[in-house]
């Protein structure tokens, strides 16, 4: 068992104003995210268009997350309290409603600068979304490393060593650290597959290719990490079985995955 002090989730306060880490992994995700993005794109994008594309970007992943968390995870709670749902600060975020949102948003900036492409919106959205696959995972880690110190999405009962008890918690059962696991997983490691993917495969040359290969990456590593995250309190599971909210929601985008990725390799 590894005890641990907890953090606290203000990481500093400015004027009286709190700065919270959950806040912070967000700027840091779209700030490196943003500079990969320019590396991947190179001359692909002048400024405007650019900076076109971020804001819309990070207006998919805020709106998509917090309306997935919203509608797939703790809807009654919502109905209750509608105001909370604009109380994004205090977490609950949902990885499946942001990637939903950067879909919308990128499909509708690729139709708004079909005039301006050689390509078509379907091409010109595959292919941006190809290069966010690339991107994405730095997200995933940050948001994941944020959720450990809120104490968040924590894992199942545990006698593992490696088991993690935050002290003075209610609850004092060692747990597996499962923001950790998918922090290594959806982030560290789809990271490097993908960057990889990308710089040593032709597959950026079918729009729609690499971004298939997310979704079932992901995906897989989702479905693997929830056997150790706890289900949500709210919700248990799906099944008698086992099956949780996040593994359905994850089995789905496989399925959409594959079914891209068959589309993408396809001669024309």
Same mark, same amino acid.
């Given at each position: ?188 490691? !789809? ?25 079932? !990456? ?29 593994? !359905? ?20």
């Amino acid at each position: 068992m590894i005890l641990i002090e907890p953090i606290s989730p203000v990481a500093f306060s400015i004027a009286g104003f709190a700065v919270r880490w959950y806040a912070l992994a967000y700027v840091a995700a779209f700030i490196a995210g943003g500079w990969l993005f320019k590396r991947l794109a190179g001359a692909a994008f002048s400024k405007k268009s650019f900076d076109d594309l971020f804001t819309a970007l990070v207006l998919g992943v805020i709106i998509g997350g917090r309306l997935g968390y919203v509608l797939f995870y703790n809807l009654p709670f919502f109905m209750k309290y509608p105001l909370e749902v604009f109380a994004i600060w205090n977490g609950g975020m949902s990885f499946h409603g942001g990637l939903l949102g950067v879909i919308v948003a990128v499909f509708l900036f690729a139709w708004r600068n079909k005039k301006q492409q050689r390509s078509t919106t379907f091409q010109n959205a595959f292919s941006i979304l190809d290069m966010l696959a690339v991107v994405a995972p730095i997200g995933l880690f940050f948001g994941r490393i944020a959720n450990f110190i809120n104490m968040e999405v924590m894992g199942r009962e545990t006698a593992r060593p490696w088991g993690i008890v935050f002290a003075g918690a209610d609850d004092m059962t060692p747990r597996h650290p499962s923001p950790l696991y998918e922090a290594a997983l959806e982030g560290l490691a !789809l990271f490097v597959i993908m960057l990889c993917l990308w710089r040593w495969t032709k597959l950026k040359e079918k729009p729609g290719a690499l971004g298939g290969i997310f979704g079932m !990456l992901y995906a897989i590593f989702r479905i693997f990490a929830e056997q150790f995250r706890a289900p949500d309190a709210q919700i248990g599971f799906l099944t008698s079985w086992g099956l949780t909210m996040g593994q !359905l929601l994850s089995a789905v985008m496989f399925i959409a995955g594959a079914a891209v990725f068959a589309v993408a390799m396809r001669k024309k």
